[in-house]
């Protein structure tokens, strides 16, 4: 299968197959959330199972950006997937594992 790209705004997502990354380039905050969601069911519209987001170019996320979070990890989990979250800022690693958002998903950090 041939390899997709999409641009939002800054941020660029690869989609390989059953694999994809999003490489977020502005804040996951609810200004941004509705067209990066839009851009992420597009690629995991039944083909994608392991979804990576690399956040390296955030510096804040809001509620509505952990939501969107969390709805991915549901959407995939229901199909067999899995949500990464990597290049996390010491900053919001520390926020994601007070929620314990770990557990729901792997994270890793810068």
């Not at 790209?5 to 997502?13: C, G, P, T």
């Not at 959407?75 to 926020?95: P, R």
Request: hydrophobic share 40%.
């Amino acid at each position: 299968m041939p390899q997709r790209r999409r641009v939002v705004s800054k941020s660029k997502i690869k989609v390989d197959g059953q694999k994809a990354v999003l490489s977020l380039k502005q804040d996951l905050i609810a200004s941004s959330v509705n067209d990066i969601r839009t851009l992420i069911k597009d690629a995991i519209n039944g083909e994608v199972k392991d979804f990576t987001i690399d956040i390296n170019g955030i510096n804040t996320i809001d509620s509505m950006g952990i939501g969107l979070l969390i709805s991915v990890q549901n959407s995939l989990a229901k199909t067999g997937g899995e949500l990464a979250v990597i290049n996390i800022s010491a900053d919001i690693l520390d926020l994601f594992k007070s929620m314990r958002l770990d557990q729901h998903f792997s994270v890793k950090g810068e």
